[in-house]
T-cell receptor, first 114, second 114 residues
Framework: NAGVTQTPKFQVLKTGQSMTLQCAQD?????MYWYRQDPGMGLRLIYY???????DKGEVPNGYNVSRLNKREFSLRLESAAPSQTSVYFC?????????????FGQGTRLTVV | AQSVTQLGSHVSVSEGALVLLRCNYS??????LFWYVQYPNQGLQLLLK??????LVKGINGFEAEFKKSETSFHLTKPSAHMSDAAEYFC????????????FGTGTRLKVLA
Protein backbone atom coordinates (compact mmCIF):
# COMPACT_ATOMS: atom_id res chain seq x y z
CA ASN A 1 0.00 0.00 0.00
CA ALA A 2 1.84 3.11 -1.26
CA GLY A 3 -0.20 5.78 0.60
CA VAL A 4 1.03 9.24 -0.40
CA THR A 5 3.80 9.36 -2.99
CA GLN A 6 5.84 12.48 -3.71
CA THR A 7 8.26 13.07 -6.55
CA PRO A 8 11.03 14.04 -6.72
CA LYS A 9 12.64 13.35 -3.35
CA PHE A 10 15.44 15.84 -3.86
CA GLN A 11 15.82 18.83 -6.18
CA VAL A 12 18.26 21.68 -6.64
CA LEU A 13 17.07 24.70 -8.59
CA LYS A 14 18.68 27.93 -9.64
CA THR A 15 16.97 31.16 -8.72
CA GLY A 16 14.29 31.95 -11.27
CA GLN A 17 13.80 28.41 -12.48
CA SER A 18 10.41 26.76 -12.32
CA MET A 19 9.39 23.28 -11.27
CA THR A 20 6.42 21.19 -10.28
CA LEU A 21 6.28 18.92 -7.26
CA GLN A 22 4.06 15.93 -7.81
CA CYS A 23 1.89 14.19 -5.25
CA ALA A 24 -0.42 11.21 -5.62
CA GLN A 25 -2.44 9.26 -3.07
CA ASP A 26 -4.06 5.85 -3.48
CA UNK A 27 -6.37 5.97 -0.44
CA UNK A 28 -9.31 7.56 -2.24
CA UNK A 29 -9.12 10.60 0.03
CA UNK A 30 -11.07 13.74 -0.77
CA UNK A 31 -8.74 16.32 0.78
CA MET A 32 -5.11 16.98 -0.04
CA TYR A 33 -2.58 19.44 1.34
CA TRP A 34 0.83 20.94 0.69
CA TYR A 35 3.02 21.98 3.60
CA ARG A 36 6.52 23.32 3.89
CA GLN A 37 8.76 22.52 6.82
CA ASP A 38 11.44 24.93 7.97
CA PRO A 39 13.63 24.66 11.10
CA GLY A 40 11.93 26.08 14.16
CA MET A 41 8.73 26.85 12.28
CA GLY A 42 7.02 23.49 12.17
CA LEU A 43 4.84 22.73 9.17
CA ARG A 44 3.06 25.60 7.48
CA LEU A 45 0.18 25.09 5.11
CA ILE A 46 0.76 26.39 1.59
CA TYR A 47 -2.39 25.30 -0.22
CA TYR A 48 -5.08 22.72 0.29
CA UNK A 49 -7.80 21.09 -1.72
CA UNK A 50 -10.89 20.08 0.24
CA UNK A 51 -12.22 18.06 -2.68
CA UNK A 52 -11.60 17.47 -6.36
CA UNK A 53 -12.06 20.71 -8.27
CA UNK A 54 -11.40 23.05 -5.35
CA UNK A 55 -8.24 24.65 -4.03
CA ASP A 56 -7.68 27.25 -1.32
CA LYS A 57 -4.79 29.25 0.03
CA GLY A 58 -3.20 28.33 3.30
CA GLU A 59 -0.89 30.31 5.53
CA VAL A 60 2.01 30.84 3.10
CA PRO A 61 0.74 30.70 -0.53
CA ASN A 62 2.87 33.45 -2.09
CA GLY A 63 5.14 32.19 -4.86
CA TYR A 64 3.22 28.93 -5.34
CA ASN A 65 0.40 27.60 -7.44
CA VAL A 66 -1.42 24.30 -7.23
CA SER A 67 -3.48 22.04 -9.42
CA ARG A 68 -5.86 19.33 -8.27
CA LEU A 69 -5.57 17.24 -11.39
CA ASN A 70 -8.02 14.58 -10.27
CA LYS A 71 -8.97 12.93 -7.00
CA ARG A 72 -5.59 11.21 -6.72
CA GLU A 73 -3.17 13.95 -7.71
CA PHE A 74 -2.31 17.38 -6.31
CA SER A 75 0.68 19.24 -7.71
CA LEU A 76 2.58 22.24 -6.41
CA ARG A 77 4.29 24.60 -8.83
CA LEU A 78 7.01 27.14 -8.23
CA GLU A 79 6.93 29.53 -11.16
CA SER A 80 10.13 31.44 -10.34
CA ALA A 81 12.05 29.84 -7.52
CA ALA A 82 13.67 32.00 -4.85
CA PRO A 83 16.19 31.06 -2.15
CA SER A 84 13.48 31.68 0.46
CA GLN A 85 11.67 28.66 -0.98
CA THR A 86 14.45 26.34 0.08
CA SER A 87 12.59 23.94 2.33
CA VAL A 88 11.24 20.44 2.75
CA TYR A 89 7.82 20.07 1.15
CA PHE A 90 5.25 17.59 2.34
CA CYS A 91 2.08 16.48 0.67
CA UNK A 92 -0.70 15.01 2.79
CA UNK A 93 -4.18 13.62 2.30
CA UNK A 94 -7.20 12.99 4.48
CA UNK A 95 -10.61 11.40 4.13
CA UNK A 96 -12.13 14.07 6.38
CA UNK A 97 -15.02 11.94 7.60
CA UNK A 98 -15.05 14.04 10.73
CA UNK A 99 -12.72 16.48 12.54
CA UNK A 100 -10.94 13.59 14.28
CA UNK A 101 -9.70 12.16 11.00
CA UNK A 102 -5.96 12.33 10.68
CA UNK A 103 -3.85 13.33 7.70
CA UNK A 104 -1.44 10.93 6.01
CA PHE A 105 1.90 12.28 4.82
CA GLY A 106 4.31 11.58 2.00
CA GLN A 107 8.05 11.22 2.52
CA GLY A 108 8.80 14.79 1.51
CA THR A 109 10.70 16.64 -1.20
CA ARG A 110 13.88 18.40 -0.15
CA LEU A 111 14.25 21.49 -2.34
CA THR A 112 17.28 23.73 -2.46
CA VAL A 113 17.24 26.99 -4.42
CA VAL A 114 20.66 28.46 -5.11
CA ALA B 1 -8.31 30.44 14.22
CA GLN B 2 -7.03 27.42 16.04
CA SER B 3 -3.41 27.18 17.13
CA VAL B 4 -1.12 24.99 19.18
CA THR B 5 1.97 25.91 21.16
CA GLN B 6 4.76 23.48 21.90
CA LEU B 7 7.01 24.49 24.77
CA GLY B 8 10.62 23.50 24.32
CA SER B 9 12.07 23.08 20.85
CA HIS B 10 14.62 20.58 22.19
CA VAL B 11 14.20 18.07 25.01
CA SER B 12 16.86 15.64 26.23
CA VAL B 13 16.15 12.66 28.46
CA SER B 14 18.17 9.69 29.59
CA GLU B 15 17.27 6.25 28.32
CA GLY B 16 14.68 4.81 30.69
CA ALA B 17 13.55 8.20 31.97
CA LEU B 18 10.10 9.76 31.61
CA VAL B 19 9.38 11.62 28.41
CA LEU B 20 7.14 14.69 28.67
CA LEU B 21 6.49 16.85 25.61
CA ARG B 22 4.18 19.81 26.10
CA CYS B 23 1.38 21.05 23.88
CA ASN B 24 -1.20 23.73 24.63
CA TYR B 25 -4.02 24.60 22.27
CA SER B 26 -6.02 27.74 21.76
CA UNK B 27 -9.25 27.79 23.70
CA UNK B 28 -11.61 27.55 20.72
CA UNK B 29 -14.13 24.76 21.17
CA UNK B 30 -13.99 21.92 20.37
CA UNK B 31 -10.36 20.89 19.94
CA UNK B 32 -9.40 18.14 17.55
CA LEU B 33 -5.87 17.27 18.57
CA PHE B 34 -3.14 15.04 17.19
CA TRP B 35 0.45 14.09 17.91
CA TYR B 36 2.73 13.14 15.04
CA VAL B 37 6.29 11.84 15.03
CA GLN B 38 8.93 12.46 12.37
CA TYR B 39 12.02 10.29 12.22
CA PRO B 40 15.06 11.66 10.39
CA ASN B 41 14.52 12.16 6.68
CA GLN B 42 11.01 10.74 6.81
CA GLY B 43 7.46 11.98 6.64
CA LEU B 44 5.12 12.42 9.59
CA GLN B 45 3.47 9.45 11.22
CA LEU B 46 0.45 9.62 13.51
CA LEU B 47 1.19 8.74 17.14
CA LEU B 48 -2.25 9.32 18.60
CA LYS B 49 -5.32 11.53 18.39
CA UNK B 50 -7.95 12.88 20.75
CA UNK B 51 -11.47 11.75 19.86
CA UNK B 52 -13.39 12.94 22.96
CA UNK B 53 -14.12 9.31 23.93
CA UNK B 54 -11.54 9.45 26.73
CA UNK B 55 -9.26 12.09 28.18
CA LEU B 56 -6.29 9.70 28.34
CA VAL B 57 -5.36 8.60 24.84
CA LYS B 58 -2.98 5.72 24.15
CA GLY B 59 -0.92 5.69 20.98
CA ILE B 60 1.75 3.65 19.31
CA ASN B 61 5.18 2.85 20.74
CA GLY B 62 4.04 3.27 24.35
CA PHE B 63 3.14 6.95 24.06
CA GLU B 64 0.03 8.47 25.58
CA ALA B 65 -1.44 11.93 25.97
CA GLU B 66 -3.91 13.40 28.41
CA PHE B 67 -6.48 15.97 27.37
CA LYS B 68 -6.99 18.59 30.09
CA LYS B 69 -9.63 21.11 29.17
CA SER B 70 -9.05 23.25 32.26
CA GLU B 71 -5.41 23.70 31.26
CA THR B 72 -6.03 23.67 27.46
CA SER B 73 -3.25 21.08 27.25
CA PHE B 74 -2.59 17.80 25.47
CA HIS B 75 0.86 16.79 26.71
CA LEU B 76 2.57 13.69 25.35
CA THR B 77 4.23 11.25 27.74
CA LYS B 78 6.06 7.95 27.76
CA PRO B 79 7.09 6.29 31.03
CA SER B 80 10.46 5.03 29.83
CA ALA B 81 12.40 6.50 26.93
CA HIS B 82 14.11 4.28 24.40
CA MET B 83 16.92 5.24 22.04
CA SER B 84 14.56 4.65 19.13
CA ASP B 85 12.28 7.44 20.40
CA ALA B 86 14.76 10.06 19.23
CA ALA B 87 12.79 12.07 16.67
CA GLU B 88 10.86 15.28 16.20
CA TYR B 89 7.35 15.43 17.61
CA PHE B 90 4.58 17.68 16.41
CA CYS B 91 1.32 18.59 18.06
CA UNK B 92 -1.45 19.52 15.63
CA UNK B 93 -5.05 20.70 15.68
CA UNK B 94 -7.69 20.23 13.03
CA UNK B 95 -9.48 23.39 12.08
CA UNK B 96 -12.93 22.64 10.81
CA UNK B 97 -14.59 25.73 9.46
CA UNK B 98 -16.33 23.95 6.62
CA UNK B 99 -13.14 22.36 5.38
CA UNK B 100 -10.59 20.64 7.52
CA UNK B 101 -7.07 22.01 7.79
CA UNK B 102 -4.34 20.80 10.07
CA UNK B 103 -2.41 23.43 12.02
CA PHE B 104 0.92 22.30 13.43
CA GLY B 105 3.04 23.42 16.33
CA THR B 106 6.69 24.27 15.84
CA GLY B 107 7.85 20.84 16.94
CA THR B 108 9.99 19.39 19.75
CA ARG B 109 13.13 17.47 18.96
CA LEU B 110 13.64 14.66 21.46
CA LYS B 111 17.15 13.46 22.17
CA VAL B 112 17.64 10.27 24.18
CA LEU B 113 20.92 9.93 26.01
CA ALA B 114 22.52 6.55 26.65
Amino acid sequence: NAGVTQTPKFQVLKTGQSMTLQCAQDMNHNSMYWYRQDPGMGLRLIYYSASEGTTDKGEVPNGYNVSRLNKREFSLRLESAAPSQTSVYFCASSEVLNPYTEAFFGQGTRLTVV
Amino acid sequence: AQSVTQLGSHVSVSEGALVLLRCNYSSSVPPYLFWYVQYPNQGLQLLLKYTSAATLVKGINGFEAEFKKSETSFHLTKPSAHMSDAAEYFCAVSESAGTYKYIFGTGTRLKVLA
